[in-house]
């Protein structure tokens, strides 16, 4: 999942956290807040946390049955719920098939766009502080953007959602990441979540650009801070890193960062 290949690619890109940067300033902290609401994009993620959940659902039990029975089997069982006919006790027990996904965060790359810049001079005290949180923008952007198995989220507002979730969720949990199936319905669920808030239909292909490259932004502070600690065995960073994300997670959805957890390998959304 995208947490694990990132690791190795941060810790090359990245210069040592504890030589620059104080996890523990406060100031750091409000900044994320400033550096969010400057964009004036809060409203777009926020009313979400309920629809997600009941699509995560659906995306999660869907997925259960192509494990068991295979896509081909999941898809004919679709077309004939479609058509009406019961599904039989022997075979996968589903529904309709779900609409095509409308794709609305989905946004063509403008290279004049430049979060990094806006990161660096929300959250970096000094030059070297700014140059700090450049590079760590630009190899999380880099890593998540490099990796086969997220292709189709490459660009799209689901994608960096889905990977700010998962990538916030661990560290804040402590503990294992969810399964890449589970990440892939996670993102299929937030896909067509998209799809149903008026916000992201209106918004223009830079606040979509935008928004994405903060989310990564976002994924990349907290997870450059637990990378570091857990390689020094720093247990103050570690507590520092779980902090940031619990925060993040905080002001990106508007929900308790304790409700989303990482159980048997899935991801589960409490009320």
């Known amino acids: 999942m995208p947490r694990r290949l990132l690791v190795v690619c941060l810790l090359l890109a990245v210069p040592s956290l504890a030589q620059t940067w104080n996890a523990n300033a406060g100031g750091y902290n409000t900044g994320y807040g400033t550096v969010y609401g400057s964009f004036g994009l809060a409203m777009a993620t926020q009313n979400m946390y309920n629809t997600m959940q009941l699509n995560l659902q659906r995306a999660t039990m869907r997925q259960a049955m192509i494990n068991k029975w295979?896509?081909?089997?999941?898809?004919?069982?679709?077309r004939e719920a479609a058509q009406g006919k019961a599904p039989p006790a022997s075979g996968p027990q589903v529904e309709a098939p779900p609409k095509?996904?409308?794709?609305?965060g989905?946004?063509?790359?403008?290279?004049?766009?430049?979060?990094?810049?806006t990161l660096a001079d929300g959250l970096g005290g000094t030059p070297e502080e700014?140059?700090?949180?450049?590079?760590?923008?630009?190899?999380?952007?880099?890593?998540?953007?490099?990796?086969?198995?997220?292709?189709?989220?490459?660009?799209?507002?689901?994608?960096?959602?889905?990977?700010?979730?998962?990538?916030?969720?661990?560290i804040y949990q402590g503990g294992a990441e969810p399964s890449d199936e589970s990440s892939q319905a996670l993102f299929e669920a937030i896909n067509r979540t998209l799809d149903e808030v008026p916000e992201f239909a209106k918004m223009s292909n830079k606040d979509k650009q935008q928004l994405y490259d903060l989310l990564i932004g976002f994924t990349g502070m907290p997870l450059a801070m637990a990378t570091e600690a857990n390689e020094k065995k720093d247990e103050q960073g570690a507590a520092a890193a779980k902090a940031l994300s619990g925060q993040l997670i905080q002001l990106v959805l508007k929900v308790d960062p304790a409700k989303l957890k990482v159980e048997n390998g899935g991801l589960v959304f409490t009320k």
Do not use: C, S
Not at 100 to 104: G, L, M, T
Not at 156 to 167: E, K, W
């Open 130 to 170: 700014k140059q700090l949180v450049t590079a760590i923008f630009q190899a999380t952007k880099q890593a998540f953007e490099a990796q086969k198995e997220t292709q189709a989220w490459k660009n799209n507002v689901a994608g960096a959602l889905a990977f700010f979730i998962v990538g916030n969720v661990t």
């Open 106 to 117: 989905a946004f063509k790359p403008d290279k004049k766009v430049n979060v990094g810049k």
């Open 100 to 104: 095509p996904p409308k794709n609305v």
């Open 70 to 78: 295979g896509l081909a089997a999941v898809e004919k069982a679709e």
